[in-house]
C-alpha cells in the first residue's frame, strides 16, 4: 500500500565515502543538486547524504512520496543505470551498511509505507583514500546531475515517466 500523500516531499538520499575517490558519487551528486535546486527555488524535494545507508533511514523514507538512492558502482552500466527498487524481504541487522532494498522493507514493516523508489547508481573507477573524483567518473557524474535535473523540472512527472 502506497501510504505517501502530494504533500510528502520527494527525498534524493546520496551514500558513499568522499574520502575515497568515486566512492563519493552519491553524497557529491546530492550535494551538487541540493545547490542547483535552492538556486531554482525548488519546493518538495528533500536531500540527505551518510556514508551509508541505516535502519534509521526508513523513517525518512517511509516520510517520502518518492525516494531517489544515488550511489557509485564498482562495475555496470555508463554512465549510470536508474532502476526500481522493491522492499528486500529479508532484514538484517549489523553495524555495517544496508542495502536500499532493507531500508524499504524496513519502511513498509515498520511504517506501513510503501513510497515508490529508485536506485541511481554512477558507475566509478577509483576507489584510492584521500584522492579527487577520477575524470571518468566525473563525466558519468554530470550526466547523471542532468538527468535528475531533467527529472525534476518535469512537472508532475514520477521517476518511472521518465526511464
Same mark, same amino acid.
Given at each position: %500500500? ?13 551514500? !558513499? +565515502? ?5 566512492? #563519493?558519487? !552519491? ?14 527555488? %525548488? ?10 545507508? +541505516?535502519?534509521?533511514?526508513?523513517? @525518512? ?14 562495475? !555496470? ?19 555495517? @551498511? %544496508? ?7 524496513? @519502511?513498509?514493516?515498520?511504517? +506501513? ?10 558507475? #566509478? ?28 523540472? #518535469?512537472? !508532475? +512527472? ?6
Amino acid at each position: %500500500m502506497d501510504t505517501s500523500s502530494p504533500a510528502q516531499p520527494l527525498l534524493v538520499y546520496g551514500y !558513499g +565515502n568522499p574520502g575515497r575517490q568515486d566512492d #563519493g558519487l !552519491g553524497v557529491r551528486l546530492v550535494e551538487e543538486l541540493e545547490a542547483w535546486a535552492h538556486k531554482q527555488g %525548488m519546493r518538495g524535494v528533500v536531500f540527505d547524504s551518510n556514508y551509508q545507508l +541505516n535502519a534509521e533511514d526508513a523513517l @525518512a523514507v517511509a516520510s517520502s512520496r518518492e525516494v531517489i538512492f544515488v550511489d557509485a558502482a564498482v562495475e !555496470g552500466v555508463e554512465p549510470f543505470e536508474f532502476r526500481r527498487l522493491v522492499p528486500g524481504r529479508q532484514i538484517s541487522f549489523s553495524t555495517h @551498511a %544496508m542495502p536500499p532494498e532493507s531500508i524499504l522493507a524496513l @519502511a513498509e514493516e515498520l511504517y +506501513n509505507a510503501t513510497p515508490p523508489a529508485w536506485l541511481l547508481a554512477v558507475r #566509478g573507477y577509483a576507489w584510492e583514500v584521500q584522492e579527487p573524483i577520477s575524470p571518468q567518473a566525473r563525466s558519468n557524474l554530470d550526466a547523471a546531475f542532468h538527468f535528475l535535473c531533467d527529472w525534476l523540472l #518535469g512537472s !508532475g +512527472n514520477t521517476a518511472e515517466d521518465k526511464r
